[in-house]
């Protein structure tokens, strides 16, 4: 049994189908892409798996059990960490406290505990903060801890919004374009930081990316959607020459040309 398993997922929005059959299973560990021209439903499954969207049919598994339409806010503590296409943020807040907003959901020392600044309060915030502070070294972002999130240049706002992911200590983690705006030496970097996060953190990362160069170096497994519907699932090699994929996705984007 994978940790992930996904099974005859669809969606409809109004007379719309998004989303049909869907299928997708994900291993601990796995490092795999999900590909298609922009309105082939690629975000829409991150959407459903995360239960910002309830699926019409179909099922969704973590470790086993159900988690379709269950609140964003529990499959994020059962587990499952994302970005977002559009940077998400709180950009008035420090760089820190950002990071700090990720671990919320561990905090045990209730509402009295908050109200009366017990000593338990006291230990989690500094035990907190500990933490936020290392995954903000991992990330090259401690030097700007006090600064205005918003401030920040643009790939270090990137890498920020997976630090705040991963302080929820997730074990799948879902990248959505992490990529995107960035220059050929920010995408270089962030390669090799997918890679580093896969391993040092021991997670799962599911990875959606129009960037087919940054694709293919890093993904074990691709699966292609196109219309709302599988195309292709394979190694970089098999989706690479698959008339189908290369029909759908153009062939001089899949080599890089």
């Not at 598994?61 to 998400?88: M, V």
């Not at 959901?105 to 600044?117: D, K, P, S, V």
């Not at 030496?185 to 129009?210: N, S, Y």
């Not at 694709?215 to 074990?220: D, L, N």
Request: hydrophobic content about 45%; overall charge neutral; cysteine-free.
């Amino acid at each position: 049994m994978s940790l992930l398993e996904i099974n005859n997922l669809s969606i409809q929005f109004g007379g719309l189908t998004a989303l049909t059959g869907f299928r997708f299973a994900l291993d601990p560990g796995q490092l795999v892409a999900l590909i298609g021209p922009n309105g082939a439903g690629k975000t829409t499954a991150f959407n459903l798996v995360t239960g910002v969207y309830a699926p019409t049919t179909g099922t969704i598994a973590l470790d086993g059990k159900s988690i379709a339409a269950r609140p964003p806010h529990r499959i994020n503590q059962l587990g499952i960490g994302r970005t977002f296409q559009n940077i998400r943020l709180f950009g008035q807040l420090s760089v820190l406290d950002n990071v700090l907003a990720g671990f919320h959901q561990e905090i045990t020392h209730g509402f009295w505990g908050t109200l009366l600044r017990s000593s338990h309060h006291w230990r989690e915030e500094r035990e907190h903060h500990r933490q936020a502070m290392e995954l903000l070294k991992t990330f090259a972002l401690d030097s700007r801890a006090h600064w205005q999130a918003r401030n920040l240049p643009y790939g270090d706002q990137r890498r920020l919004e997976i630090a705040r992911a991963l302080a929820t200590s997730p074990r799948i983690l879902l990248l959505d374009e992490p990529a995107a705006g960035m220059n050929p030496t920010e995408k270089a970097e962030l390669m090799q930081l997918i890679r580093f996060i896969r391993d040092h953190f021991h997670v799962g990362i599911w990875l959606i990316e129009h960037d087919m160069k940054l694709v293919m170096a890093i993904s074990e497994r691709i699966t292609v959607l196109d219309h709302g519907e599988i195309i292709a699932t394979g190694s970089p090699a098999e989706v690479q020459a698959n008339p189908k994929v290369i029909e759908a996705y153009l062939g001089s984007t899949l080599h890089g040309a």
